[in-house]
């Protein structure tokens, strides 16, 4: 009888263990705060989500917490709203650059990665054989930058020859962070890390809110199996699809919602498993290679 209930605490012990991630980490997007408020987004209620989402993170372990674009609806006063609730995490924490964070004066648009708290408007960073690469989608826009900025300029151009109708709220990654992003994949292979990506736009599946060159990144994407995920906001619905190997989810906006909406997403070996909060579906994502 003593060894029967050794071995089925041992088993129980070990479907425990099993079930249990290699780590966790808070993802949520377009919390989109701004002091208006229309009959479809609650941007005014952004704080009060927020503060219960910074809450219930707080309550758990949680490797780090990322936000993945439209921190603000705009004016650059609204940062001084919403970037102390997210200061609370108990976890480090990451931004995404997001269309809305540069919808500020000309003047004020150079300030916004600083204000946001970063050092570099795409970058990485590491945790347990992981490599997150951060991109940001407005590299070419045509709003990320003053009116008169060449950049902006160059960017009206690169609009011209898209399809006809393509959003001018969208932006692309340009050649050197194309350049950078594939420069950290060699990286991760050669060091044996799996990989996911974070930025505001969709790549994939076709939808309108998708990256000007989405093409050229889920190409790029494609050309090396670390890449586990990609991990996105800007369309406030959600998505997801599944290509050549690698995931691509679409989190549901914070902001369109009475309740609310963020995500827990937790790392198994062989599997993602998001457990959503609010209108956040769960799912389950493994991981083909």
Request: with cysteine.
């Amino acid at each position: 009888m003593k060894t029967t209930l050794a071995l089925l605490f041992a088993f129980s012990t070990f479907i425990t263990q099993a079930a249990e991630p290699l780590f966790r980490f808070g993802a949520l997007a377009d919390c989109q705060y701004c002091k208006q408020t229309s009959a479809v987004r609650k941007y005014s209620q952004s704080p009060k989500k927020l503060t219960a989402c910074v809450a219930q993170y707080n309550k758990l372990n949680l490797a780090f917490v990322v936000h993945l674009g439209d921190f603000i609806d705009r004016d650059f006063e609204s940062f001084d709203v919403v970037s102390p609730i997210f200061a609370k995490l108990k976890a480090p924490r990451y931004h995404v650059l997001g269309n809305h964070d540069f919808s500020v004066a000309d003047d004020k648009k150079a300030l916004v990665p600083k204000r946001m708290g970063l050092k570099n408007r795409y970058y990485d960073f590491a945790h347990q054989g992981w490599r997150f690469i951060v991109i940001d989608g407005n590299d070419v826009s045509l709003y990320a930058y003053p009116k008169n900025d060449p950049r902006t300029q160059a960017a009206s151009a690169f609009h011209r020859r898209l399809k006809a109708g393509t959003p001018t709220w969208n932006g692309g990654v340009g050649s050197k962070q194309l350049a950078w992003i594939e420069s950290k994949l060699k990286a991760a292979t050669k060091a044996k890390e799996r990989v996911m990506l974070f930025c505001h736009f969709p790549v994939y599946p076709a939808n309108i809110h998708n990256l000007w060159n989405a093409e050229a990144v889920t190409t790029l994407l494609a050309k090396y199996p670390c890449v586990a995920a990609y991990l996105n906001g800007h369309n406030h619905a959600g998505n997801y699809g599944e290509k050549h190997g690698t995931h691509y989810l679409t989190l549901n906006g914070m902001v369109d919602t009475p309740t609310s909406a963020y995500s827990v997403v937790e790392v198994h070996k062989d599997h993602l498993e998001i457990k959503g909060f609010g209108r956040q579906k769960n799912r389950t994502m493994k991981l083909a290679r």
